[in-house]
């Protein structure tokens, strides 16, 4: 192996690479990257080798564990979760949620966000600060090679560093970020894998997003040189897959209540659980009134029946407690979990793989 290889895959071992253009890069063994410091500008070599397709024995989410890591702890800003420093170039992480948590990416010393989750950026926000925001919405059941096209053309062709992001960064943010890891950082797709699940914590049941970073071809220079992209600021979308962008975040909401047996957060008293209850209804009653919905299979608009039904039991079970009845929290939490289950059950055949 080449001595630049070498030196690339201990430092990515590391979680940072400082310089990845120059051969005689030490690399101390003794360091913690730390996210909150600046990240320096780095610029691929012109003769970086793109590391070839796995051939997998196991899932690739097994594979992910082979490769043992150091253990690095995600940071935790105010508005910004799950953030890693993966390298000089490539931060991941997740949505950052109002102007501090940009603020603060911005800090790092960040030119480019690329946001892959399906929610429209704050991109004046962004701008204000001197970066530019890139938005390309992916799934979690894997990334087409278009999107890997895009992606890809994003980070060998705009500014870094870059911050990477969906809505948790643990999932689909983490495998975009680990298209860069492999076209420009140039590490081996075993080491991006690895990060993945060791790192940022990409769940088991997400195997479609491992498989893209495991075995499916990342373009090449001139394939990317030739892509016809304009690096959209928003790509904003309509119907049930706006639905699902926004019900996520009112769900998250009611998850924290469930914890906090059913209390508003003192932090947030703006935020009530009625008030998301009544959200996520009228998300599932919408959603299930749309065309594209009907003409989904018996199952799929099973599991929207029941999400409706479970939405509205949770709505009215708050109702009454909004209206000075004692909680009842075994209908509460009944509905709650009824919520979740029928989701659960739906993305596992329509979502996941």
Same mark, same amino acid.
């Given at each position: 192996?080449?001595?630049?290889?070498?030196?690339?895959?201990?430092?990515?071992?590391?979680?940072?690479?400082?310089?990845?253009?120059?051969?005689?890069?030490?690399?101390?063994?003794?360091?913690?990257?730390?996210?909150?410091?600046?990240?320096?500008?780095?610029?691929?070599?012109?003769?970086?080798?793109?590391?070839?397709?796995?051939?997998?024995?196991?899932?690739?989410?097994?594979?992910?564990?082979?490769?043992?890591?150091?253990?690095?702890?995600?940071?935790?800003?105010?508005?910004?979760?799950?953030?890693?420093?993966?390298?000089?170039?490539?931060?991941?992480?997740?949505?950052?949620?109002?102007?501090?948590?940009?603020?603060? *990416? $911005? %800090?790092?010393? &960040?030119? #480019?966000?690329?946001?892959?989750? @399906?929610?429209?950026? +704050?991109?004046?926000? =962004?701008?204000?600060?001197?970066?530019?925001?890139?938005?390309?919405?992916?799934?979690?059941?894997?990334?087409?090679?278009?999107?890997?096209?895009?992606?890809?053309?994003?980070?060998?062709?705009?500014?870094?560093?870059?911050?990477?992001?969906?809505?948790?960064?643990?999932?689909?943010?983490?495998?975009?970020?680990?298209?860069?890891?492999?076209?420009?950082?140039?590490?081996?797709?075993?080491?991006?894998?690895?990060?993945?699940?060791?790192?940022?914590?990409?769940?088991?049941?997400?195997?479609?997003?491992?498989?893209? *970073? $495991? %075995?499916?071809? &990342?373009? #090449?220079?001139?394939?990317?040189? @030739?892509?016809?992209? +304009?690096?959209?600021? =928003?790509?904003?979308?309509?119907?049930?897959?706006?639905?699902?962008?926004?019900?996520?975040?009112?769900?998250?909401?009611?998850?924290?209540?469930?914890?906090?047996?059913?209390?508003?957060?003192?932090?947030?008293?703006?935020?009530?659980?009625?008030?998301?209850?009544?959200?996520?209804?009228?998300?599932?009653?919408?959603?299930?009134?749309?065309?594209?919905?009907?003409?989904?299979?018996?199952?799929?608009?099973?599991?929207?029946?029941?999400?409706?039904?479970?939405?509205?039991?949770?709505?009215?079970?708050?109702?009454?407690?909004?209206?000075?009845?004692?909680?009842?929290?075994?209908?509460?939490?009944?509905?709650?979990?009824?919520?979740?289950? =029928?989701?659960?059950?739906?993305?596992?055949?329509?979502?996941?793989?």
């Amino acid at each position: 192996m080449a001595r630049l290889s070498i030196l690339m895959i201990a430092a990515a071992s590391l979680g940072f690479l400082t310089g990845c253009g120059s051969i005689e890069t030490e690399v101390d063994a003794s360091a913690k990257p730390e996210a909150s410091a600046k990240v320096s500008v780095a610029v691929a070599p012109a003769t970086l080798t793109i590391d070839p397709p796995m051939t997998l024995q196991k899932s690739a989410y097994e594979t992910a564990g082979d490769r043992q890591l150091g253990t690095i702890q995600p940071d935790e800003f105010p508005g910004l979760h799950n953030v890693i420093k993966l390298s000089d170039r490539i931060v991941s992480g997740s949505e950052p949620h109002g102007a501090e948590a940009l603020e603060k *990416i $911005a %800090e790092m010393g &960040v030119k #480019t966000i690329l946001s892959v989750d @399906g929610k429209v950026p +704050d991109v004046e926000t =962004a701008e204000a600060l001197g970066m530019r925001y890139v938005h390309i919405p992916i799934q979690y059941k894997g990334i087409t090679d278009e999107e890997s096209s895009q992606i890809v053309k994003t980070f060998r062709e705009l500014e870094g560093p870059f911050y990477v992001h969906c809505f948790h960064g643990k999932h689909r943010g983490p495998a975009a970020a680990a298209l860069g890891r492999i076209a420009v950082d140039g590490v081996e797709r075993e080491q991006a894998i690895a990060e993945m699940r060791q790192w940022c914590g990409t769940a088991e049941k997400y195997e479609g997003l491992y498989r893209t *970073i $495991a %075995e499916v071809h &990342v373009p #090449t220079l001139a394939d990317t040189e @030739g892509l016809d992209f +304009d690096f959209p600021a =928003a790509h904003p979308f309509g119907g049930f897959r706006q639905v699902m962008v926004q019900l996520p975040r009112a769900f998250d909401n009611l998850k924290a209540f469930s914890r906090n047996d059913w209390k508003v957060d003192p932090d947030h008293p703006d935020v009530d659980p009625y008030n998301e209850a009544a959200k996520l209804l009228d998300l599932f009653v919408y959603g299930n009134e749309l065309h594209e919905v009907a003409a989904e299979p018996e199952d799929f608009r099973g599991w929207m029946d029941d999400s409706v039904r479970e939405a509205r039991a949770l709505k009215g079970a708050l109702e009454a407690h909004r209206a000075g009845s004692a909680i009842d929290f075994d209908a509460v939490n009944q509905a709650y979990n009824g919520v979740a289950n =029928a989701c659960n059950a739906c993305h596992k055949v329509y979502r996941n793989d």
